[in-house]
């Protein structure tokens, strides 16, 4: 990930509260420095194992962030090119999309210079 997506994630909540699903880190210093300094940004975290509360936000009609780059293993995703290199990337959002009746919608952050 870049830096990009936590800050694309903040200008966004200017327009809406957004729930936003996060992976726990590895280093458990850095799982809380970024669970904290997300937790003020976006309305409601939910833990990448929680669909029940992601099923319930969805269906709610809340706007939830998303990021299908995730590494769950192929049991829980494909293997997709990406910059040219296979990469695993996570199928479920077309689940929960069906499921909830949720409109998706496609960001893309990048730099200008």
Do not use: E
């Amino acid at each position: 990930h870049s830096t990009l997506l936590d800050a694309g994630g903040l200008i966004f909540t200017h327009y809406s509260d957004i729930a936003t699903m996060y992976r726990p880190q590895n280093n458990p210093l850095l799982n809380w420095l970024v669970f904290r300094s997300r937790n003020r940004t976006f309305d409601t975290q939910i833990a990448h194992t929680d669909s029940r509360l992601l099923v319930k936000c969805l269906s709610d009609k809340r706007v939830v962030w998303y990021s299908p780059d995730q590494d769950y293993g192929l049991k829980h995703g494909v293997m997709a090119p990406f910059f040219g290199i296979p990469a695993a990337t996570v199928t479920a959002q077309r689940r929960f999309i069906q499921l909830t009746n949720a409109a998706a919608m496609s960001l893309h952050f990048y730099r200008d210079s």
